[in-house]
């Protein structure tokens, strides 16, 4: 089948599977919030929350207000483990439904937070403690780009070309 016909095709498929769902499915109603309760929270920052309710009251549209308010605070109460190392600060931050912290990945999930730095200095621990996590990582093996958070833990790619050390889930050595 040629590529212009099938996304001709698959639009007026999905089209057809759309029109035949009831617009009820595409309201603010429809969508629930996904609070996380206060003791399986891995870091709050109440700035973080003044902003997410800042925002929904601003917004028109309440759908981009919970989504919005869905993401950003499920990405600090659900993906951090954060705590101190020798003195110094560390966080560990899965990305996804891989439990290893991918150096792109980590990065966007605190870059939204840097603007509130100023106002909470606990967001400014987890970003330096990000930091200081990625800098063992690259210290510890410079050409990997996902890590376990346990250093002994093997992956299922131990045994790939490149030297796949335990503690480090991704490698781009070539």
Known sequence: MER????????????GIMMSVPVKAFTFDYYPN???????????????????LQ????????????????????TLN???????????PDTYMITGDIDAMWFR???????????????????KGLIA??????TAYILKYPYANAFYYDPAKVGKWAHDLTDMQAGIHGNKQA
């Open 55 to 74: 925002f929904q009251h601003k917004v028109k549209n309440k759908e981009p207000g919970w989504l919005f308010g869905n993401c950003f605070s499920t």
């Open 78 to 88: 659900t993906t951090v483990t954060f705590h101190n190392q020798g003195g110094r």
């Open 4 to 15: 212009r016909v099938f996304i001709r095709e698959a639009g007026l498929i999905t089209g």
């Open 105 to 123: 990945d980590s990065s966007a999930q605190v870059w939204p937070c840097i603007s509130f730095i100023p106002k909470d200095g606990r967001l």
């Open 129 to 134: 403690s990000v930091i200081n996590r990625k």
């Open 34 to 52: 996904v609070p996380i309760s206060k003791t399986d929270r891995r870091f709050e920052s109440k700035v973080i929350e003044q902003a997410i």
